[in-house]
């Protein structure tokens, strides 16, 4: 199985394979969701499932009870609120968080100065996670990279700088992290941290500083410390430097596609597609 280094690789992963998923699209009655949905169906990569009904909950329970039944695949968030359908999501009754498991977005960027797929989580769910809701992050990322064929991906757990500090208590937590990933908890892959984005992405930048680091600068994973940290780097790769985004929330018993707002037509169907991906 081939690395994807970009999004269009991404496409033709899905398109390649013989399995054809099915997304549970919850009142997609916008229109950059009903333009990324029309893509999807047209290109033959999956069946849409519309889940339509005049009060929100309902659609967003009718959907994850299609999950629970095995009769879809993605869960997609159209025009509802994401509290919505959450709510059904997280039901403890008839919901589709399997217990144990933490709710975590992870988004997947292609940046014109970077010569591969950056991952990173968390930009819309956790706001300050806890060690352990960590160490979920760290799995389901590098559970998603396997999946899309990166067999060792390199995962750095950020932070402004290369240590910690009394201000900063969670980065005690980091050792535990890379203690647990050398012990082979994550699968096969490399952990490291704590390092700021550029020495986790730029051998030079790790160079300059004097660090040495099994990633070597080419982080394919990077576990931001808060929800602010994520967003603000979310917003920042696709509004200054005109990154391509996807992103999707892990944990759940499929994955959930919970588009921002304000996320066009071409943002939205790259989520589905690493939705898509994900399950191949």
Request: charged share 20%; aromatic share 4%.
């Amino acid at each position: 199985m081939e690395t994807i280094h970009t999004l269009h690789e991404l496409k033709e992963r899905v398109a390649n394979s013989r399995r054809m998923l099915r997304i549970a699209a919850v009142m997609p009655d916008d229109e950059a969701s009903q333009t990324a949905l029309k893509r999807i169906a047209d290109e033959r990569l999956a069946t849409v499932i519309n889940i339509v009904n005049e009060q929100p909950d309902v659609a967003a329970q009718e959907a994850v009870a299609l999950i629970r039944q095995g009769e879809a695949d993605v869960l997609m968030k159209g025009l509802i609120g994401t509290d919505q359908l959450l709510r059904a999501v997280l039901n403890k009754e008839t919901g589709i968080l399997p217990q144990g498991h933490v709710l975590t977005h992870l988004a997947a960027v292609e940046i014109p100065t970077y010569h591969k797929l950056l991952f990173f989580s968390d930009a819309a769910v956790i706001p300050y996670p806890t060690h352990e809701q960590r160490i979920e992050q760290v799995r389901y990322a590098v559970n998603v990279c396997h999946g899309l064929g990166i067999d060792e991906p390199r995962v750095a757990l950020t932070h402004c700088a290369e240590h910690g500090g009394k201000q900063f208590p969670f980065v005690d937590g980091y050792a535990d992290i890379i203690q647990m990933a050398h012990d082979g908890a994550f699968g096969r892959c490399l952990v490291d941290g704590p390092m700021d984005i550029k020495t986790a992405c730029s051998l030079e930048a790790l160079h300059a500083k004097h660090m040495t680091s099994p990633l070597e600068g080419e982080a394919d994973v990077l576990i931001m410390p808060d929800i602010e940290a994520g967003n603000t780097l979310y917003k920042a790769l696709t509004f200054f430097v005109e990154s391509k985004a996807a992103g999707m929330l892990c944990g759940a018993q499929c994955p959930v596609v919970l588009p921002s707002r304000g996320d066009d037509a071409e943002t939205k169907y790259s989520s589905i597609l690493l939705a898509l991906g994900s399950l191949l």
